[in-house]
C-alpha cells in the first residue's frame, strides 16, 4: 500500500469502534459522545458530525431564570449550550482547542464560560457573574458552576498546566488564561492600574485573579480575548 494513497489515508483517521464510552476521547481534539436514550449538554456551534437519531435543541433562554436570561443577554462568552438527545454517536470540537474528560464525583468545578463544551444534564450548571471591574476588563466576566456527579468535557488551548494553592500561598493568574479552579475555591481580584498599564493591552499584567486557601487552578499557555458580538 502506498504510503500516501487514500486507502492509507482512511486507515490512520477512521473512527475507532473499539471505543463506546459514554465521553470518549476520539482525537485529543474531538469528543465523541455515545448517547443511549439521555441527553447531554453541548456547547452551542460545536457540534461538527453525528450518526445515529439525535435531536438538537438550543436551551431555553428561561430555562434558568431570568437571572441567567440577563446574563446571556449582556455576556459574549460561549455559555450558550444546546441538548442532544436520543440514541447515537455526536462528535463535537472548538476552534481545534484540545479537550480533557473530567467525571465529578458529587464535587464541584468553577470553569470559564468560554471553555465548556459538554457536560452530562445530570450535573448542576450556573452562571455566575465576576463581580468586579477586573473581571470585565480582563475578559472574565462570567464564570459557570458545574457540580454534582456525571461527566464535563473542558477546552484549553494547548496542554494546561495546574497549579496547587496551599494555606498562605496565593496563587495569581491571568483572567484571560484562567481555565479552571476547584469548587471551594472564590477568587479575588488584584489590580495593578497605572497610566502605563492603561495605555495598550492592559491584560493580565493589570489584572489578576487571586486563589486563597487549598485547592487547585487550570490555566492555559494562551491569553484568550473576548470580543463583544
Known amino acids: ?87 447515537g454517536r455526536v462528535y463535537v470540537a472548538d476552534l481545534a482547542k484540545k479537550i480533557r474528560i473530567l467525571y465529578l464525583e458529587n464535587e464541584a468545578i468553577h470553569v470559564n464560560g468560554n471553555d465548556i463544551l459538554a457536560h452530562e444534564e445530570s450535573l448542576r450548571s450556573d452562571i455566575k457573574m465576576m463581580k468586579s471591574v477586573a473581571g470585565i476588563m480582563g475578559g472574565g466576566l462570567f464564570q459557570a458552576s458545574i457540580s454534582g456527579t456525571g461527566h464535563v468535557a473542558i477546552t484549553t488551548h494547548g496542554d494546561p498546566l495546574t497549579l496547587l494553592v496551599k494555606p498562605g500561598q496565593p496563587v495569581f493568574t491571568d483572567p484571560n488564561a484562567t481555565v479552571a479552579w476547584s469548587g471551594n475555591l472564590k477568587p479575588e481580584f488584584k489590580t495593578d492600574i497605572s497610566l502605563k498599564t492603561l495605555i495598550g493591552r492592559g491584560s493580565g499584567e493589570s489584572f489578576q485573579m487571586k486563589f486563597e486557601g487549598e485547592g487547585w487552578v487550570i490555566v492555559q499557555p494562551y491569553e484568550e480575548l473576548y470580543g463583544v458580538e
Open 1 to 87: 500500500m502506498k504510503k500516501y494513497s487514500i486507502q492509507s489515508f482512511i486507515q490512520e483517521t477512521v473512527q475507532n469502534d473499539n471505543k463506546n464510552d459514554f465521553f470518549e476521547l476520539e482525537k485529543d481534539y474531538i469528543l465523541e459522545l455515545n448517547i443511549q436514550n439521555q441527553t447531554v449538554m453541548i456547547k452551542k456551534g460545536a457540534m461538527i458530525a453525528y450518526d445515529g437519531h439525535i435531536k438538537f435543541e438550543r436551551e431555553g433562554l428561561l430555562s434558568k431564570g431570568v437571572a441567567n436570561l440577563l446574563k446571556k443577554a449582556v455576556s459574549s462568552e460561549g455559555t450558550t449550550m444546546m441538548k442532544a438527545q436520543g440514541t
